[in-house]
């Protein structure tokens, strides 16, 4: 009866129904032998449409936690909820606890610590040499390292995607959403194709202004340990610098 009751809480959440979804994993979640899976399916359940509760969703995952009978996938389950509610730390903790006999957990450990700002934890993760579990739990960890403007771990990840034979977006593809991801990126290039453009006297001065937007971006990127943007912005105004100079000269 109650895996007929899971079975049927997926069917629910399939069509959209998230409240009759949540009713019934609420019921296979006082059985005893499907508690872990119901509490876990539950838990994601607070997190859809219509039932968006995280706090609720946070209560069900630590109480699958504290059980101690949870096998490693509800645990890696439990641990995306943790991060989409927005508890990295619990999810760091859930997704440490599944992955030495669950590789699948890999990349959800790698995105919890990449929501708290542990770029070298991030870099060990992605020391796997093969991508293990679902492409989406890749993804996840590729939007968390864009988010931080860390393009050397996205494109990595990317990297190893591909090279487990998953889908993933090609690394120059990454290179450049991300360049245009601020509109500072804009005036950069702009400025750029001014002081190649214009006549000498206004393309020095479109010159020096690719310059200083170049070192005012990258102050706060290598603040934020963004080393490979900083190293983009300047390599932009190097050849906007280069290619302005041979044209003054031809």
Do not use: K, N
Not at 187 to 201: H, N, T
Not at 234 to 246: D, E, I, P
């Amino acid at each position: 009866m109650t895996r007929q009751l899971i079975d049927a809480g997926r069917e629910h959440i399939a069509a959209g129904r998230s409240d009759e979804a949540v009713r019934c994993f609420t019921l296979a979640a006082d059985d005893p032998t499907t508690a872990d899976q119901a509490r876990t399916m539950l838990a994601a359940a607070y997190l859809l449409p219509g039932t968006t509760r995280p706090a609720l969703a946070l209560r069900q995952v630590r109480t699958v936690a504290e059980a101690g009978t949870a096998g490693d996938q509800d645990l890696t389950d439990c641990a995306l909820v943790a991060l989409a509610a927005g508890d990295p730390q619990l999810a760091e903790e859930l997704a440490e606890r599944a992955v030495a006999h669950h590789p699948a957990a890999l990349p959800i450990l790698g995105a919890a610590r990449a929501r708290r700002g542990d770029r070298a934890g991030v870099a060990r993760i992605l020391a796997a040499r093969v991508a293990s579990g679902p492409a989406h739990y890749w993804y996840r960890l590729m939007h968390e390292t864009g988010s931080h403007g860390w393009l050397r771990e996205t494109v990595a990840t990317a990297r190893l995607l591909r090279r487990s034979g998953l889908p993933a977006p090609a690394p120059a593809m990454i290179v450049l959403r991300e360049a245009m991801r601020t509109r500072r990126w804009f005036g950069l290039a702009g400025a750029g194709l001014a002081a190649v453009l214009l006549p000498l006297p206004y393309a020095v001065v479109a010159l020096l202004v690719v310059l200083a937007m170049a070192a005012v971006g990258v102050s706060p990127d290598l603040g934020e340990g963004r080393v490979d943007m900083a190293t983009l912005r300047w390599s932009v105004a190097a050849v906007a610098g280069v290619t302005a100079v041979a044209h003054w000269l031809a």
